[in-house]
């Protein structure tokens, strides 16, 4: 069985191998993406509706959806696994800040955050660890504090693994990822499922989630 910290080391490596690549494919996509920018200022309102404070996007790569957050008004950083990731997105991006980290251990304080980000982010982690996860972004939101996942929908099938270009992913039924952000203190606002577009294999599927007191 992989341990965690053997299933991170192998993730921040592939991507760091992968960050040339990744940053040229990853280059204004959400400009084709209606549905997912409509997402995104979604929670970008109920963000700004609770009043000022931080947001975090874990798992920001190279940084194009954290500019787009910052472009929607919100006081946003990035963090990620990958160091090699995060050259592409200051180079890209120096008026934001971006910190190599881990999601399911973050280098923040209790309740500090408005709102957190994970975009296509807890993909490559195993079912086992996604508690774990969704405990540490409910422990560094605030209470009423906003949390976007984005993720690859299993289309009605069980929890399944796949062959992601950079390494291992899985796909989530987005009842189950609902019902286990629920046993870790969230309460769903909404949901959003799009089809394949051209050039993607799988169904997408969006929860905007709410931590409660």
């Given at each position: 069985?992989t341990?965690p910290?053997?299933?991170l080391?192998?993730t921040?490596?592939?991507?760091d191998a ?10 204004d996509y ?10 995104l200022?979604?929670?970008?309102e109920?963000v700004?509706a609770t009043g000022p404070?931080p947001?975090a996007e874990?798992?920001?790569g190279?940084g ?8 929607l ?10 160091p ?6 200051r ?7 971006f ?6 251990a ?8 408005n709102?957190v ?7 490559h982690?195993p079912?086992?660890?996604?508690p774990?996860?969704l405990?540490e972004?409910?422990?560094?939101l605030?209470?009423g504090?906003?949390l ?8 009605g099938?069980p ?10 992913a ?16 969230f ?15 799988f ?6 989630l709410?931590?409660?007191?």
């Amino acid at each position: 069985m992989t341990e965690p910290s053997s299933y991170l080391g192998t993730t921040a490596g592939a991507y760091d191998a992968m960050a040339a690549r990744y940053a040229e494919f990853a280059r204004d996509y959400l400009d084709s993406l209606p549905l997912d920018r409509a997402v995104l200022a979604a929670f970008a309102e109920y963000v700004r509706a609770t009043g000022p404070g931080p947001v975090a996007e874990l798992g920001c790569g190279t940084g194009e959806v954290t500019a787009h957050l910052r472009d929607l008004g919100l006081d946003v950083f990035g963090v990620d696994l990958s160091p090699a990731m995060l050259d592409f997105a200051r180079e890209a991006h120096p008026d934001l800040r971006f910190e190599v980290g881990s999601m399911d251990a973050l280098d923040l304080a209790d309740g500090t955050l408005n709102g957190v980000v994970s975009w296509y982010s807890v993909i490559h982690t195993p079912p086992r660890e996604i508690p774990g996860c969704l405990a540490e972004f409910r422990r560094v939101l605030a209470a009423g504090g906003l949390l976007l996942l984005a993720f690859f929908e299993s289309e009605g099938g069980p929890v399944s693994a796949f062959d992601h270009k950079v390494t291992t992913a899985y796909r989530w039924p987005i009842g189950e990822l609902a019902a286990l952000a629920a046993e870790a203190g969230f309460t769903e606002v909404g949901r959003m499922l799009r089809e394949p577009g051209e050039g993607e294999r799988f169904r997408r599927g969006h929860l905007l989630l709410r931590r409660g007191e």
